[in-house]
């Protein structure tokens, strides 16, 4: 990181789940708070209401080895706010204006995220530890997150887990699924239809294994997430179908985001004979092909397996913002913490 961006970027003492064009909103523990980066004011907003996952969530130790987290925060039509959080999706009551329990996560302690298309329907798939690939699903909710119903389903010895489900905002109504992760469980494919019908559009190898991709109008942008091959930043021509590799990088890479022309990725610190890295690493470009490292953050001193792996991770942005974004978990210096940087900064 260069000394200009040293001396401007803020590190705050929150989890930043939305950055809008007019406010943030922010999490400690179950309670969520708008925040506005230019006069640095919290102003509450809403909670959760679980009990006994709120508790967990008040200290970072029990939040993390609990997984007692909100993941994510999301705007949907129709001015819905919904949220995942440990076992369970939680939509806004306008009533009473708590986020209340409107789904239970059977499988795992949560989905990878959740996905609006076009039409207004929600998605979200299974995701949880599954070595014998049993059969995991693709839920969808037609009423804004009050009824859910299997939209399709990978039978058994098809994939481990569901990595996500993402709107592809070139080509209408289409929504793009990613699994993993042994070589074949690994698709990364499409469906035109609401699930329908599924085109497998790439499959059997870790250099298809992905959690996040990144859209343009001519090219899908992705980071291979592996822990037994060297990760890359990786590109889809849409026009050809050919892959190329654009970035190796320090680890898996699981979380990733793009705001306007600026796309970032992060590695995350995992068990791994490969990536041995104990640093968890953040990407940026401008355009998609010239990728540079802006920052990264050591590993804490607590073991992986019980209070999670090192990771940098990111809001979902929405409108036009002047300011790169991310939360630290497991990280020295940012745990729990946001990290924001001004865009011309960088």
Not at 57 to 65: G, S
Not at 70 to 89: G, P, V
Not at 118 to 138: K, S
Request: aromatic share 14%.
């Amino acid at each position: 990181m260069n000394q200009a961006t040293k001396n401007t970027r803020k590190v705050c003492r929150f989890v930043t789940l939305y950055v809008g064009s007019e406010y943030w909103i922010v999490a400690r523990g179950y309670h969520l708070y708008y925040y506005n980066p230019e006069t640095e004011v919290l102003t509450y907003f809403s909670r959760l209401v679980d009990m006994k996952n709120s508790l967990f969530a008040c200290c970072r130790l029990t939040r993390r080895a609990f997984r007692a987290e909100i993941t994510h925060l999301y705007h949907f039509q129709n001015d819905t706010w919904m949220c995942i959080a440990r076992k369970a999706l939680f939509r806004l009551d306008k009533q009473s204006g708590l986020f209340v329990k409107c789904h239970n996560i059977e499988k795992g302690s949560r989905p990878m995220n959740l996905c609006q298309g076009q039409n207004g329907t929600i998605y979200y798939g299974e995701y949880c530890y599954n070595p014998n690939r049993h059969p995991m699903r693709i839920m969808q909710s037609k009423d804004n997150g009050t009824t859910w119903q299997v939209a399709y389903t990978f039978r058994e010895g098809e994939v481990n887990h569901i990595h996500g489900i993402f709107i592809d905002p070139y080509i209408s109504g289409r929504l793009w699924i990613a699994t993993g992760d042994d070589d074949q469980a690994c698709i990364f494919g499409y469906t035109d239809d609401g699930f329908q019908t599924l085109v497998r559009k790439f499959q059997g190898s870790q250099q298809y294994r992905i959690c996040m991709p990144l859209f343009t109008k001519h090219e899908i942008i992705f980071a291979t997430d592996s822990q037994y091959e060297q990760n890359y930043i990786r590109c889809i021509d849409r026009h050809n179908g050919e892959v190329c590799n654009l970035q190796a990088i320090q680890g898996s890479g699981i979380y990733a985001t793009q705001t306007g022309s600026l796309m970032m990725v992060s590695t995350t610190v995992e068990p791994s004979k490969v990536n041995c890295d104990q640093q968890s690493h953040l990407w940026y470009s401008t355009d998609g092909h010239q990728w540079k490292e802006l920052t990264a953050f050591k590993k804490d001193i607590w073991p992986k397996s019980f209070f999670q792996f090192g990771s940098i991770r990111f809001p979902h942005y929405e409108g036009i913002n002047n300011y790169a974004v991310f939360t630290g978990r497991a990280l020295q210096q940012i745990d729990g913490k946001t990290v924001c940087i001004v865009l011309k900064n960088i």
